[in-house]
């Protein structure tokens, strides 16, 4: 959390600034993508404390396993779609992305 304030108060401390469009790009590029980690971090850090919680309160050794899956498969899903939507507000067409990924899938 402490680091989040940090940016927070570095990025409002330039904004008074009249800087190099290109070093004001650069820091805003960084701080969104400081901003989307420790975002995404926050959130898998809840989710790996329902995991732990689930793991100990199920004592059934099929169901323990199916609760981890399905919390891999949302920590995977939780790390993508903040980083496709990273992409899109970089500037990268993330949508092209995508619809490529989905269309190899086909041919394979």
Known sequence: MLPLLYLGAFYMSIQGL?????IERGITVFSVILLTFFG??????TIYSHENYW???EMDVS??????G???LLKLIVW?????LLLNNLGIRA???VVGLSIGG???
């Open 80 to 84: 993508t779609l903040p980083n496709i």
């Open 106 to 108: 086909d041919f394979i």
């Open 63 to 68: 169901r323990n396993n199916a609760f981890k």
């Open 18 to 22: 009249t800087l190099n469009p290109a």
């Open 95 to 97: 949508t092209a992305l």
């Open 70 to 72: 399905m919390f891999t």
């Open 55 to 57: 793991a100990v309160k």
């Open 40 to 45: 995404v971090s926050f959130f898998l850090a």
